[in-house]
């Protein structure tokens, strides 16, 4: 292992030997970088080999008699010469950067010039005395360790070996020197030669070490240029007491327009404090503390623009560990910042109007409760918005929106929030006041949002209702004090809408008594205690039975008979409309399926049961499981289901026609009447409402009944007169041409009615 060890370090040192003593052309950037090197070296020495050597020659040879001498004078003469070709060389390679070519040229010239001054030094052995034998062999000791510290190698070596050689021959050969003295002469040249091998071979480790850190910093240098020139990044350094050495062109406006701080260019100045920035102190913090820092937000400002920025930084010390400056990174984040801000905006904002969205509406709300802070609630929604969106199509109506929240806006004082809570639903937060100065406030707003306004060359006057209630105690919470204004806002609706109503006591028992009703309306219906009875439509001339109109009765166990006008609109506002009309109607269509073919059956038709678009579907489902014929099939419907009509209702009502089943319009002459409904919707009868009756025989009513009459006629439909209750009312119809009619003159409604003849008929 010993042996094999020691072999392979002589390989290894050979190896190092044959490529340090080649001189190539450079085949890589790296062996071009080491020649240059090498070549920068052997340029300085040459300078100090050039003015040394010469003198030292001119020296010696005036020394040694060279008049009678004339030998040492010529080659003194030939070794000058050579080293001022050595300089020439060495000034052409300044100029031209020829590495390669440089070197080749050193090596022929210093191996003339170890020949030169190894003929020298054997001259001056021949002519020397005894005295100036030890002058002779400290000049051979000197000039055979100059290349020590020659590179390259191949031009060490081209000196070294010439020289050593005619010295050893001319110390050992001529006899000047004693045995001892030419062998240590032969170790010092054996040392001078590990020496020229020693000081190469770190060269070259060297040369390469910086090539490769030349390298590598060009990269880091290019990666760097790219980076700024790429990146919203940029680099900053500062001296020790934080001034920026350079200001990065990122900053240079902003220093531009600080002449003030110009002159200093400190970063925690330049990147100075506003009201938005939250990170100029901790910046400060971490440069007067000399504290690494990470991601720290600092800002400054450019005009009216506020500039945002993400800084990290750390502190940069000398070698004696001083601290220098600061070095890091900044990048511009106004863009993500403002992104950031616009978000966190758009998260409790509605987007079209600019309000407080619901969420953040109820968070002040539930806030302002927990603090126990006294305010009112006001619930604003806009009156008959929908009919409006409809009308004139939603681009109208968003501006609607838009200009009503402007105007909550404008009616707010700064301590008040106004929000949108969803469509035409607005609420507002009036701020450290009792109800009455709420519903003040709240009366204002109603005021202001009324004002009239044209939007896109239409004439509109906005209306709202709005129900106020106030923080009583702090057993309100927000889901509560929401519940109150609503309510308000419902009787507000109830009344005639554009007002605005206070929250009382008297609201939330009606409200909780229709909660007892509409459970005990769900049970009724479970429990089969809603009936139908019929009561009968006849010719006012012949009592013939024509149709019966199915009519839903409640039998309540504790409080008896109660009227449809009581738990029908029950029915309607809890949405327990649909289940009633589907088991009257399947109920009434059942019986009448069992009546002569010549009676027709008239079910009632909610509004509220067009909501959801299933009707159609549910009465074709029934006319099948009744086997019930279309044609012997009225659906009556008032003309309140025009309020909100819309396309779902003029489709659904054609489906129905399309069935075959035929319309009857019921109540006609009251609530919103039209005669353009009568376009719009194909119906085979109109029922006029039994008001018209009670008030005859006045003139008024007289017209507009024999109006009707000609009207219905004139469309080939028929007309029910409702009502009937006395013969007086019963002759004046059969007078002036009504031939049909319903009343309790002529039958009250029964669970079981005559089906082809009146009882009675006066």
């Known amino acids: 292992m010993f042996w094999d060890s020691i072999v392979s370090r002589a390989k290894d040192g050979a190896a190092s030997l044959c490529r340090l003593l080649q001189l190539k052309p450079p085949t890589s950037q790296q062996n071009k970088e080491a020649l240059r090197d090498q070549a920068s070296l052997l340029f300085n020495l040459s300078m100090l080999f050039a003015v040394a050597g010469m003198g030292n020659a001119i020296f010696v040879v005036l020394n040694f008699q060279p008049l009678d001498r004339l030998l040492l004078p010529f080659i003194g003469a030939v070794i000058v010469t050579i080293y001022a070709l050595i300089v020439t060389a060495s000034l052409i390679w300044r100029r031209t950067d020829n590495a390669f070519g440089y070197l080749q040229w050193a090596r022929l010239l210093y191996l003339a010039l170890g020949i030169g001054w190894g003929a020298l030094i054997n001259a001056l052995a021949h002519y020397g005395t005894v005295d100036q034998r030890a002058l002779i062999i400290g000049l051979a000791l000197g000039v055979v360790s100059t290349p020590i510290i020659c590179v390259p190698a191949i031009v060490a070596f081209s000196f070294f070996v010439p020289v050593a050689f005619l010295s050893i021959v001319a110390v050992a050969l001529l006899g000047i020197a004693d045995t001892v003295t030419t062998v240590a002469f032969s170790s010092y040249t054996a040392f001078a030669i590990v020496g020229i091998i020693c000081t190469n071979i770190a060269f070259e480790g060297r040369s390469k070490a910086q090539a490769a850190l030349r390298r590598e910093v060009a990269t880091v240098n290019i990666f760097l240029r790219e980076y700024q020139e790429g990146s919203s990044d940029w680099l900053w350094e500062t001296d020790a007491v934080g001034r ?14 600080q002449m003030a701080i110009h002159e200093e260019r400190r970063l925690d100045t330049i990147l100075g404090s506003t009201e938005e920035s939250t990170g100029h102190t901790p910046l400060r913090n971490h440069l007067e503390k000399h504290i690494a820092f990470r991601d720290i937000v600092a800002t400054a400002r450019l005009g009216s623009k506020q500039l945002w920025f993400n800084l990290t930084g750390h502190p940069v010390y000398s070698v004696d560990g001083h601290m220098t400056g600061f070095r890091g990174i900044g990048r511009d984040v106004t863009e993500r910042y403002e992104a950031d801000l616009k978000l966190a905006y758009l998260a409790e904002h509605d987007g079209l109007t600019g309000l407080l969205n619901r969420k953040a509406f109820v968070a002040r709300m539930a806030k302002a409760c927990e603090e126990g802070r006294r305010f009112v609630l006001a619930s604003i929604d806009l009156d008959d918005f929908k009919k409006t969106n409809d009308t004139y199509g939603h681009h109208l109506g968003d501006e609607l929106l838009v200009t009503v929240a402007n105007r909550i806006k404008a ?88 007002a605005v109503r206070c929250f009382t006591r008297d609201l939330e028992d009606e409200y909780n008594a229709r909660l007892v009703q509409e459970e005990e309306l769900a049970t009724a219906i479970d429990n089969g205690e809603i009936t139908v009875v019929y009561q009968p439509i006849a010719d006012l001339f012949t009592g013939q039975v024509l149709c019966l109109e199915a009519l839903a009765r409640w039998h309540h166990p504790q409080r008896g008979q109660v009227p449809p006008a009581t738990f029908i609109p029950v029915a309607e506002a809890s949405g327990l409309i649909d289940r009633l009309g589907e088991w009257i109607l399947r109920e009434s269509l059942k019986r009448a399926a069992q009546w002569p073919s010549t009676v027709q059956i008239n079910v009632n038709l909610s509004p509220q049961q067009l909501v959801n678009g299933r009707f159609p579907n549910v009465l074709a489902t029934i006319l099948r499981e009744t086997g019930l014929s279309p044609t012997r099939l009225g659906i009556e419907i008032t003309e309140n289901i025009f309020v909100d009509f819309s396309k779902s209702v003029l489709d659904q009502i054609s489906a129905i026609k399309a069935q075959g089943v035929r319309l009857v319009l019921d109540d006609f002459g009251t609530g919103y009447s039209s005669l353009g409904y009568l376009q719009m919707v194909d119906v085979d009868g109109l029922k006029i409402d039994a008001s018209f009756l009670r008030q005859l025989p006045d003139r008024k009513v007289e017209a507009i009944i024999r109006t009707v009459t000609r009207l219905t006629a004139d469309l080939n439909i028929h007309l029910v007169a409702e009502g009937v209750e006395n013969t007086m009312q019963l002759q004046w119809l059969r007078t002036n041409g009504v031939h049909f009619g319903q009343g309790f003159l002529l039958g009250r409604p029964k669970d079981c009615p005559p089906v082809d003849w009146i009882d009675h008929l006066p």
């Open 244 to 257: 920026l050495t350079s200001v990065p062109e990122i900053l240079a406006a902003v220093v531009d327009r």
């Open 411 to 498: 009616g707010l004082r700064p301590s008040d929030k106004g929000g949108r809570l969803g469509g035409d639903e607005f609420a507002v937060l009036i701020a450290d006041a009792d109800l009455d100065q709420g519903a003040t406030a709240a009366a204002r707003l109603c005021e202001l949002i009324a004002e009239r306004l044209v939007l896109q060359g239409h004439s509109v006057t906005p209306s709202t209702s709005i129900g106020v209630a106030a923080l009583e105690d702090t057993a309100d919470d927000a889901s509560r004090l929401f519940f109150k204004a609503d309510l308000a806002l419902y009787r507000a609706k109830a009344e005639g809408k554009g």
